[in-house]
C-alpha cells in the first residue's frame, strides 16, 4: 500500500501463526520493492526469537538474550504517521480486552514478536496494570498505575522503572496531553475506573483506545 502524502509512502505487514503463535511485523520504506525486502528481514527477527522462545521451553536456552535490542533499527523501519490536523482526530478503534498478566520479560518478548510500541499488561508480581515500551538506548521502560515499591529485580531485559504514578485522566484529557506533548501514545489511569489505559497515535492521524475489560 502507497501514500503519497508520507515520506516513506510505501506500507507492508504481515501476520503469521506459527503453530499457534502469532508474529506480526509492519515498515514503510520508499518503495514497494524495498518495503517487501524489509519485511522479510523484519518477518525473520521474529520467526527467530519464536524459535528461541520454543527452544527455552523445552529447557535449552535462556528465553531472553541481551544483545538482542536493536533500538537503533526502530526509526528507520517504522511507517511514519499521517499529519492529521489535532482539530480533525477521532478515537477510530477502541480495543477492550482482559490483560494479560505476565512479567516484564515476557511483555518484552509479546511486545517485539507482534511489533507493537508498547505492551499493555497486569505485572504479575504487583498485580498492576502496567505498560512496558522501548526507553532509549538503555532497551525497556515500566511505567505501572502504582509503581512497586521497587524495581523488578530479576528481568532478564535490560529495564528502567517509572517512578511516577500514571496520571489520572479522562480520555479527553488525555487526548490533549498526547497532543501537547507529541508522544506516540499516553498511558493513564481512567478517572472513572482506575485501570490503566492507553490512547496512541495510529499511522492514519487519529486515535486507538486500549482499555482493560475488567
Do not use: C
Not at 477492550?96 to 514478536?113: C, G, H, I, Q, V
Amino acid at each position: 500500500m502507497e501514500n503519497p502524502a508520507l515520506e516513506r509512502p510505501a506500507l507492508a505487514q504481515v501476520n503469521a501463526d506459527v503453530n499457534g503463535r502469532q508474529a506480526r511485523a509492519h515498515v514503510a520504506a520508499t518503495t514497494l520493492t524495498e518495503a517487501v525486502d524489509r519485511l522479510q528481514d523484519r518477518l525473520a527477527e521474529r520467526l527467530e526469537r519464536l524459535e528461541r522462545h520454543w527452544e527455552a521451553r523445552r529447557g535449552r536456552t535462556s528465553a531472553v538474550e541481551p544483545h538482542e535490542w536493536r533500538h537503533g533499527d526502530e526509526p528507520t523501519q517504522r511507517p511514519d504517521h499521517f499529519p492529521r490536523p489535532p482539530e480533525e482526530r477521532r478515537v477510530v478503534r477502541h480495543k477492550s480486552f482482559s490483560l494479560d498478566r505476565e512479567t516484564p520479560d515476557e511483555a518484552a518478548f509479546e511486545m517485539e514478536t507482534m511489533d507493537y510500541d508498547f505492551q499493555l499488561f497486569t505485572d504479575l508480581s504487583s498485580g498492576e496494570d502496567s505498560v512496558l515500551y522501548r526507553g532509549g538506548p538503555t532497551g525497556y521502560r515500566l511505567a505501572a498505575v502504582r509503581p512497586p515499591a521497587a524495581p523488578p529485580g530479576d528481568a532478564a531485559v535490560p529495564l528502567t522503572v517509572s517512578e511516577q504514578p500514571a496520571p489520572r485522566l479522562t480520555v479527553d484529557e488525555a487526548k490533549q496531553r498526547l497532543d501537547a506533548a507529541g508522544f506516540p501514545f499516553v498511558f493513564f489511569s481512567d478517572t472513572t475506573t482506575g485501570r490503566g489505559n492507553v490512547l496512541y497515535h495510529r499511522y492514519d492521524g487519529h486515535y486507538g483506545l486500549i482499555t482493560p475489560a475488567d
